[in-house]
């Protein structure tokens, strides 16, 4: 059974497949076909609803009330709605008023073939409820992971925009205790399971869970596990879905570790993870659109293996250590030391990762990532760069470089760091360990850049970090500069 | 009817929803609320089953074996079709035969995802599954995917053909410079929103009813009735909508409309086959990727005296309309530029993908892309800023430069001084000197600039494409129904049509209901296509509008002894001399003295006319004319990049609704400039598409929009040719606006050479190209 809240009133759900979408509830359940699938596999944003929980001020620092995301609800699982209120596009008209958010996308000629435009109406009225003021580049932010065909963007930017320009009061404002209590009410209930998808509510029944069911799938924001659902076909006899596990969300500062819950989405921990590594800002920003960084998790992007994975070559270059857990024990290990082969980890049968602690930055400490792909916005790299560097008066004290999509894992370029310690921080050197590189990694071709390039390119982010780290006066940074 | 309704409260007033104001697109208020209905949104019966396909997994060869017993025997299958059971026509090539609908044992592969088989199951996800369990052994041969092969082995699906003026090769040799290249553009997936869908329901009669995703319901009729064996008064197509198009739903919704209906007719009950978004980029045509090689001769200023162009376009497997895209990017082979001798010549290259089709532009954008290339290189080879090398070269009425290299005199010139209000508008000559000192000053970062023209002849080149049947009811309390020929896919062609019938009987908008494009409505449609949606049913609908309004004029004068010139509709009223009727009162009165308040109307182009044979004439009605400044930053240490500022004028004669157009402009040249950068499209060795979704194939972003970007409809400038209140087509033309995009980064990868040398920089430009083509120009330079 899953409940969630939709339109004022609790909302059961008996006896729904465990690999059951939200998109799929919607359409084909309910008959609710405002909301569209466009791809299937969280690309395009069509899908696009808006999820509103409840705060946790004791856990995510944020103000008490009701908190709204934007997610793809293609890849969504069904059973993440517990306990959640879920609001589609057909929610946001009232008789025949439309929300000021639809009104502003029809007065700015938002929409032509109109396919992509509920989605873009959810993006933007989660964007609205979240966000203080219009600012374009927060606009494109929060509207990156929806695709338009038509339009060139350019009505949409100036819908968003001038959605700011009205009252933030609306119908949702107004029932807003009413919700609070429904959903107050659904966290006391005792959840009843839907038989081959279990909701673990502390890290210790998911321990016990996975100890007795070492088989079982582990899912945190589905936003690739579901891709096997979609676009695979596949069915999960047994999924464990922990993204309401509140110990493994939290973010906290011990000493100079920030230590950070495995199943926190992205968007939760951007805050304090760009306080203390400001160069993630622009990475966390292209991770993913933010409908994928509101579900997708910092473990589940480690754990998933992928050698093009955003985060782990910064954690790498930032000596990240992890807290495995398997029934009662724990290790701790090194980020570095986690993958072991394409796609192939150390985790054992029934262990899960529990923590991510990140010794932070001194003084003399700097960390620098870059990611290349065709397109800004929502793309995968072809290659992913962080420069871990500790500078002591000029010279390289320390230095762990590693690079996603150069190898079949995330790892370390031993011979350019080697050929960096101990040097002098200048181009010359920088140079040399660059042409290094061609030592470390042997890239593949394949549709999304050439081994050429990967190495090339990757040589000159050396050189990029080199001249951004030196040199206050040259433009370097595209983005910076346009 | 003896009750009639009662008279809406309508107060006399200003009719403000007319040709030229900025409505609103007609179902703006649906598509935010999420009420807008596609194929997939439509309540279907109860019985309804789901419709998958099974493809090839590999590119050429012969099937030897096709054992379908585990598909039939997976859970919730219900019918399985394969080329035998089908009753009537196998082939559904739209224009030449080449196009089988499925294929059995002993077949031969053409591509890698070409339908073998269809299956229909309880449930979406199970007809998927099934689909995927076929055991199927294969005879392999050799494919190619390469254009350049294709052509030397003389592989081609349609024979070459060409056009040509004056003695190009003498010319040439006569020039006192000369340049040879050669140039290649990507195709590009139409990536439309919605994908691929149709809804089929048999009828009591053996027949079809028909919902389908498609810019021609007509030819979808045609075929669903022959592929069924049975008369086309059996079948209806209907689309309200389609979630985008550009051209990929023109031929390439038939192939599921018609297996869709050949399972409901095999099932016995109602079908939809939807293609999952990997499916849809295999398994469908896309824009023709192109190589061309030319050879030009000019003087030292880079005036063109003769160029010999070979145009060879990647078809795929199969005719479908190749012969006509390849044709358009001839005919645009001059772009806006005055050709004295010219040797065009088209290949259609076959190759092992699937069958290209019609993508906004129709070829137009590869033919003018190729000679914008050339052109850039011309300019770099004299030293000469290249805005001043176009214009130079620019189509003139002096000196008898003012026909094409197909014989088409240019009648209006448009371009030299919309191009020369734009270099004013968009301060280009000021922007190429701060920009030329900004590179100057800043190793790593380049800025580059580039305006781009395009000229884009408006009609069919098949004559008999030129035609529009439109119908208009009214009804007693004065609403009217209209409906024509024409598909909506988001470009606004329902509202201009009905605000054409608004300003006809000068009612407001709200008056009039545009009913879903029906071929039992309007029969014998042409596609909507070649921007010709507006040019043609509104035409259509505006002779419906006055034949019946005619009739009310007639039947004024009869009931009333009015002088037709007495008779006027004004402010949704219709004035008989003194007295004012509201139009519902008058409509009503017409109905009581039975006068017919419904009509069809019909429109076919004028004054077109092409003769293949020697490759000259009128093909095109007139020309739409644009142009565009795009300026470009690129990272030169990885080839990143970022679009500053775009800066657009565009003729659309006397636009009918601002808004709309402003839009098809907008995101034409959004559209075109994702081509020309990080759209491409990557086969792999074994000829399958390895960027077959939207993670891999990468479509403009909301960041990819320039921050700055302006768009002019050029004031001022009907359409001298009687087109519908004298507007222009606008659909395809500003795609190629996009073009700028790619000659601003061949332009700032060129300030690496001081402007010296042209990029070497083919299309699409992705971050790796310009990172390569800074790479080469530095080890040169």
Same mark, same amino acid.
């Given at each position: 059974m899953v409940k969630f809240v939709l339109q004022d009133r609790v909302h059961r759900v008996e006896g729904?497949?465990?690999?059951?979408?939200v998109l799929d509830y919607l359409r084909e359940?309910?008959?609710?076909?405002?909301t569209k699938e466009?791809?299937?596999?969280?690309?395009?944003?069509?899908c696009t609803v808006v999820v509103a929980s409840l705060a946790h001020p004791e856990t995510?620092?944020?103000?008490p009330g009701l908190r709204y995301h934007a997610i793809?609800?293609?890849?969504?699982?069904?059973?993440?709605?517990?306990g959640k209120q879920l609001i589609t596009?057909?929610?946001?008209?009232q008789g025949d008023a439309l929300h000021p958010v639809q009104q502003c996308m029809v007065d700015q000629h938002?929409?032509?073939?109109?396919?992509?435009t509920p989605g873009f109406v959810m993006s933007m009225f989660a964007h609205r409820k979240t966000a203080q003021s219009a600012d374009r580049n927060a606009i494109c932010d929060a509207l990156g992971g929806n695709l338009c065909?038509?339009?060139?963007?350019r009505p949409i930017i100036d819908a968003a925009t001038a959605m700011?320009?009205?009252?933030?009061?609306?119908q949702f404002t107004h029932t807003e205790p009413h919700t609070l209590a429904l959903l107050a009410q659904l966290t006391i209930d005792e959840p009843e399971n839907t038989p081959g998808y279990d909701q673990p509510a502390s890290v210790d029944q998911l321990a016990a869970i996975l100890e007795q069911h070492p088989q079982a799938t582990l899912v945190a924001g589905?936003?690739?596990?579901y891709l096997q659902v979609t676009q695979s076909l596949q069915r999960f006899d047994h999924l464990v879905d922990?993204?309401?596990?509140a110990e493994l969300s939290t973010v906290r500062q011990e000493g100079d570790i920030l230590d950070i819950g495995a199943a926190a989405p992205y968007s939760d921990i951007r805050a304090p993870l760009v306080a203390n590594f400001p160069s993630l800002g622009e990475l966390l920003d292209r991770l993913g659109s933010l409908q994928i960084r509101n579900r997708g998790t910092i473990g589940g992007n480690i754990a998933?293996?992928?050698?093009?994975?955003?985060?782990p070559p910064a954690l790498i270059a930032l000596g990240a250590t992890m807290r495995l857990r398997c029934g009662e024990n724990t290790r701790d290990v090194m980020l570095e030391d986690f993958?072991?082969?394409?796609?192939?980890?150390?985790?054992?049968?029934g262990e899960f990762i529990e923590r991510i602690r990140i010794p932070l930055l001194a003084a003399e400490e700097s960390l620098w990532t870059y990611k290349l792909s065709?397109?800004?916005?929502d793309d995968i790299s072809a290659t992913c760069a962080a420069i871990y560097l500790r500078l002591e008066d000029g010279i390289v004290a320390d230095t762990r470089i590693a690079f996603g999509g150069m190898a079949e894992i995330p790892r370390r370029a031993p011979a350019s760091e080697n050929a960096l310690?101990?040097?002098?921080?200048n181009e010359a050197n920088v140079r040399i360990a660059a042409e290094k590189l061609t030592e470390d990694f042997h890239p593949i071709s394949d549709f999304r850049a050439s081994a050429d390039y990967r190495l090339s390119a990757s040589q000159n982010l050396l050189l990029r970090c080199y001249l951004e780290s030196s040199?206050?006066?040259?433009?370097?940074r595209m983005h910076l500069h346009a | 009817m003896r009750n009639l309704p009662a008279q809406n409260a309508n107060t006399p007033?200003?009719?403000?929803?007319?040709?030229g104001a900025e409505l609103q697109h007609e179902a703006a208020t649906l598509h935010v609320s999420g009420a807008a209905r596609y194929i997939d949104d439509i309540p279907v019966p109860a019985s309804c089953l789901h419709g998958a396909v099974g493809m090839s997994?590999?590119?050429?060869?012969?099937?030897?074996r096709l054992d379908l017993s585990r598909v039939r025997q997976?859970?919730?299958?219900q019918a399985v079709l394969t080329l035998?059971? @089908? *009753?009537? !026509? %196998?082939?559904?090539?739209?224009?030449?035969?080449?196009?089988?609908l499925l294929l059995d044992e002993g077949g031969v592969v053409q591509?890698?995802?070409?339908?073998?088989f269809a299956v229909a199951a309880d449930t979406v996800t199970e007809a998927r599954q099934a689909a995927r369990l076929a055991e199927v052994e294969y005879e392999n041969t050799e494919s190619n995917l390469d254009i350049r092969h294709g052509l030397q082995e003389e592989q081609l699906v349609r024979p070459s053909h060409t056009q040509s003026r004056g003695n190009a090769k003498a010319a040439i040799e006569a020039s006192p410079r000369r340049l040879h290249g050669e140039f290649s553009s990507g195709g590009q997936e139409?990536?439309?929103?919605?994908g691929q869908v149709s809804l089929c329901i048999p009828t009591e009669d053996n027949g079809m009813m028909v919902y389908s995703s498609t810019q021609h319901p007509s030819e979808g009729q045609k075929l669903v009735a022959e592929v069924l064996g @049975? *008369?086309? !008064? %059996?079948v209806t197509v209907e689309v309200r909508?389609?979630?985008?198009?550009?051209?990929?739903?023109?031929?390439?919704?038939?192939q599921w409309a018609c297996l869709a209906a050949l399972l409901a007719w095999k099932a016995g009950c109602a079908i939809k086959l939807r293609l999952g978004r990997v499916d849809d980029f295999v398994g469908t045509g896309k824009r023709h990727p192109f190589h061309t090689e030319f050879t030009v001769g000019f003087d030292d200023?880079?005036?063109?005296q003769g160029v010999e162009m070979d145009l060879a376009g990647?078809?795929?497997?199969?005719?479908d309309l190749s012969d006509a895209i390849v044709d358009r990017a001839m005919f645009h082979a001059d772009n806006a530029y005055y050709l004295p001798a010219a040797r065009i010549t088209g290949h259609r290259v076959k190759t092992n993908a699937v069958s290209n089709t019609a993508f906004r532009g129709f070829g137009g954008p590869q033919g003018m892309l190729a000679t914008e290339a050339m052109i850039e290189r011309i300019a770099r080879a004299v030293g000469e800023d290249s805005l001043t090398v176009r214009q130079r070269n620019f189509y003139s009425a002096?000196?008898?430069?003012?026909?094409?290299?197909?014989?088409?005199?240019?009648?209006?010139?448009i371009i030299p001084s919309l191009v020369e209000r734009l270099v004013g508008t968009s301060d280009y000559w000021g922007r190429r000197a701060e920009i030329q000192e900004y590179n100057r000053q800043s190793p790593v970062l380049k800025r580059g600039l580039a305006l781009t023209p395009a000229k884009f002849g408006i009609?069919?080149?098949?004559?008999?494409?030129?035609q529009a049947g439109a119908l208009i009811h009214i009804y007693t309390d004065g609403s009217i129904q209209l409906n024509h020929g024409g598909t909506e896919m988001g470009q606004g062609l329902y509202t201009k049509v009905a605000q054409v019938v608004a300003h006809a009987f000068q009612?407001?908008?709200?008056r009039i209901a545009c009913t879903a494009t029906r071929t039992d409505k309007v029969p014998n449609t042409s596609p909507?296509?070649?921007?010709?949606g507006s040019d043609l049913n509104g035409m259509a609908a505006l002779d419906a509008a006055e034949i019946i309004k005619k009739r009310l004029v007639d039947f004024a004068g009869n009931h009333f002894?009015?002088?037709?010139?007495?008779v006027c509709f004004i402010d949704n009223q219709v004035h008989v001399g003194q007295e004012r009727y509201s139009f519902a009162e008058f409509i009503q009165l017409a109905y009581m003295n039975r006068i017919s308040l419904s009509a069809t109307g019909y429109y076919r182009t004028p004054e077109i006319h092409y003769n293949r044979d020697t490759a000259?004439?009128?093909?095109?009605f007139y020309f739409a004319n644009g142009a565009a400044v795009a300026e470009v930053l690129i990272?030169?240490?990885?080839?990143e990049y970022r679009m500053i500022r775009a800066d657009i004028c565009q003729d659309v004669?006397?636009?009918?609704n601002p808004a709309i157009d402003i839009g098809q402009i907008e995101g034409g040249f959004i559209q075109g400039a994702g081509w020309l950068t990080t759209e491409e499209l990557v086969w792999g060795e074994?000829?399958?598409?390895?960027?077959?979704s939207a993670a891999s194939y990468k479509i403009p972003a909301i960041?990819?929009?320039?921050g700055d970007f302006r768009v002019e409809l050029l004031p001022d400038?009907?359409?001298?040719?009687?087109t519908i209140f004298h507007s222009k087509a606008v659909g395809e033309p500003?795609?190629?606006?996009?073009i700028a995009v790619w000659s601003a980064l061949g332009d700032a990868v060129a300030s690496l050479s001081d402007y010296r040398e042209s990029a070497q920089l083919n299309a699409p430009a992705t971050p790796e190209q310009v990172f390569m083509a800074c790479r080469s120009m530095r080890e040169r330079n």
């Open positions: 729904a497949d465990p690999g059951m979408t359940r309910l008959a609710r076909t405002g466009g791809c299937a596999a969280g690309d395009c944003g069509a995510d620092g944020a103000e793809n609800s293609c890849i969504t699982p069904l059973g993440s709605l517990q596009v057909e929610d946001l008209q938002g929409s032509q073939c109109g396919f992509c065909r038509c339009t060139g963007y700011f320009e009205g009252s933030t009061q609306d589905g936003t690739d596990l922990i993204s309401d596990v998933n293996a992928s050698p093009i994975a955003d985060m993958y072991t082969a394409y796609r192939r980890t150390i985790l054992q049968p065709k397109r800004w916005e310690i101990g040097t002098s921080w040199n206050a006066g040259t433009p370097i | 007033g200003q009719a403000t929803s007319k040709v997994t590999i590119a050429s060869g012969r099937i030897k997976s859970p919730g299958v035998q059971d @089908i *009753p009537g !026509h %196998r082939d559904i090539g739209p224009v030449f035969p080449g196009d089988p591509f890698h995802g070409q339908a073998l139409h990536m439309y929103l919605e @049975i *008369p086309l !008064h %059996r909508r389609m979630g985008g198009g550009f051209g990929g739903k023109e031929t390439h919704a038939n200023s880079g005036l063109i990647g078809c795929g497997y199969s005719p002096e000196d008898g430069r003012d026909s094409t290299h197909y014989g088409q005199k240019i009648e209006q010139h009609s069919f080149t098949v004559q008999h494409l030129n009612v407001d908008i709200e909507t296509a070649a921007s010709s002894g009015a002088e037709p010139g007495d000259s004439g009128r093909p095109f990272d030169t240490l990885t080839g004669g006397e636009s009918l074994d000829g399958r598409l390895q960027t077959n960041g990819d929009t320039p400038s009907p359409n001298r040719e009687a500003p795609l190629m606006l996009g």
